[in-house]
């Protein structure tokens, strides 16, 4: 059974990091396609960032690009999501995401809330 639990949310301040896990179990976690996405309140879900497979091809929404970075551990099974210099406008719930076949799998979600 196929299985992703985020973790790592909070409240941080603008200029702040955290870094957010995704743990994944019940597929071949090194190769599939995975990615984070997120829904701010009154907003639909947006991309945030992609990794192939293990060895490192990834992808970035330009409103990221720089800050965020999307990396997977393969021993621990677990997507990780690095987040630096948050801004308000990063607010919103974050889910892992795993592709299978045309379709995407979502975790729960995790919120982020960036505020002073």
């Known amino acids: 059974q196929v299985q992703l639990v985020e973790s790592g949310g909070g409240l941080v301040q603008p200029g702040g990091s955290l870094r957010l896990s995704c743990a994944a179990s019940?597929?071949?976690?090194?190769?599939?396609?995975m990615k984070w996405s997120r829904q701010a309140p009154g907003k639909e879900r947006e991309f945030v960032a992609m990794?192939?497979?293990?060895?490192?091809?990834?992808a970035y929404a330009d409103s990221v690009k720089g800050r965020f970075i999307i990396s997977r551990d393969t021993a621990k099974n677990t997507l990780y999501l690095q987040m630096n210099s948050l801004k308000p406008e990063d607010t919103a719930v974050y889910y892992c995401?795993?592709?299978?076949?045309?379709?995407?799998?979502w975790g729960q979600g995790t919120q982020v809330t960036v505020s002073s």
């Open positions: 995401n795993l592709q299978l076949g045309a379709d995407w799998k």
């Open positions: 019940g597929f071949s976690f090194s190769r599939s396609v």
């Open positions: 990794e192939i497979d293990a060895g490192g091809t990834t």
